[in-house]
């Protein structure tokens, strides 16, 4: 499988590093940091996102937001699924829109034209009736809405617990196994 991970400048980027982290290896990972997505993760997490990608122990390759030439911006390099974690009113209402001012943005419009699985995870609250639009516009164009709400019927100890939540029911809804959550009834 390949898969693009966008990462906009929401809050909760470390919500992206999470799901890089427990991405299996054999997925083809391509990883497109927005320009604001590097300045987040250094308010929020401390942490330069690029240099941290560089300790990973698992293969990905990685565009800049301005790569509108790379490879996975054409229908024809056959990307499988992209995930938007985290999704900033900016990134999404683009998407919605058709905008493809950059290359997330670009990969996110080719993914939907093939018709292949697009999720995105909404990272504003509260939500106004034109991000409501604009986020019911890409549901019906057929995006995965999936914003990280909370859980609890799954007893999580601790943010990390949560977490590993959050992108156990990412995977789920992108068609990548996983154990990262307890299962209801289970």
Not at 11 to 22: D, H, K, P, R
Not at 87 to 96: D, G, H, P
Request: aromatic share 8%; glycine share 6%.
């Amino acid at each position: 499988m390949k898969l693009v991970l966008g990462v906009s400048g929401a809050s909760g980027v470390n919500l992206a590093w999470c799901f890089i982290e427990n991405l299996p290896h054999d997925i083809e990972l391509f990883i497109v940091l927005s320009a604001h997505a590097k300045k987040v993760a250094l308010a929020e997490m401390g942490l330069h996102f690029i240099k941290k990608l560089k300790t990973l122990k698992r293969p990905y390759t990685l565009y800049k937001h301005h790569e509108i030439d790379a490879p996975i911006a054409s229908g024809s390099f056959g990307i499988d699924a992209m995930a938007v974690i985290p999704a900033s009113l900016n990134t999404f209402s683009k998407i919605a829109h058709g905008i493809c001012d950059d290359l997330l943005t670009r990969c996110a419009s080719v993914v939907l034209k093939e018709q292949k699985k697009l999720l995105i995870a909404p990272r504003e609250l509260p939500l106004h009736a034109i991000a409501l639009e604009n986020l019911l516009k890409l549901a019906q164009a057929g995006a995965i809405i999936a914003p990280p709400f909370l859980t609890y019927y799954t007893k999580p100890k601790d943010l990390e617990g949560m977490e590993l939540f959050l992108v156990g029911k990412w995977f789920d809804s992108l068609g990548i196994g996983n154990d990262l959550y307890q299962r209801w009834g289970l």
